[in-house]
């Protein structure tokens, strides 16, 4: 059975940091593009970062430019998104998503979700 989890979220005060990690078990991520949403109570789920197949520069929303970094480990068949200097409107469920080949900026493009993992940004 092909699924993705992710994991590492949790409450973190701002200004801190965290790691979430998306791991595929019944498929290899090596063909496909994965992409971070996250989506906060009473909005819209919107894309955070992505990164292609062909392991191209990750894209980032200008939101988390800067500040967020995703990374892939093939050989883990792991997907990692590292969240620095976190806002309290950073606050939302993340979820990892995969689509065959190439992002998209739809989030209707990813057959493939998790269960998501809770973030929030409080002091």
């Known amino acids: 059975q092909s699924q993705l989890v992710e994991s590492g979220g949790g409450l973190v005060q701002p200004g801190g940091s965290l790691r979430l990690s998306c791991a595929a078990s019944?498929?290899?991520?090596?063909?496909?593009?994965i992409g971070w949403f996250r989506q906060a109570p009473g909005k819209e789920r919107e894309g955070v970062s992505c990164?292609?197949?062909?392991?191209?520069?990750?894209y980032y929303a200008d939101s988390v430019k800067g500040r967020f970094t995703m990374s892939r480990d093939n050989a883990k068949n792991t997907v990692y998104l590292q969240m620095n200097s976190l806002k309290p409107k950073d606050t939302a469920v993340y979820y990892c998503?995969?689509?065959?080949?190439?992002?998209?900026?739809?989030?209707?493009?990813?057959?493939?979700w998790g269960q998501g993992t809770q973030v929030t940004v409080s002091s």
């Open positions: 998503a995969a689509r065959m080949g190439y992002c998209s900026n739809y989030v209707s493009a990813f057959g493939s």
């Open positions: 019944g498929f290899s991520l090596d063909y496909y593009a």
């Open positions: 990164i292609s197949s062909r392991d191209e520069s990750p």
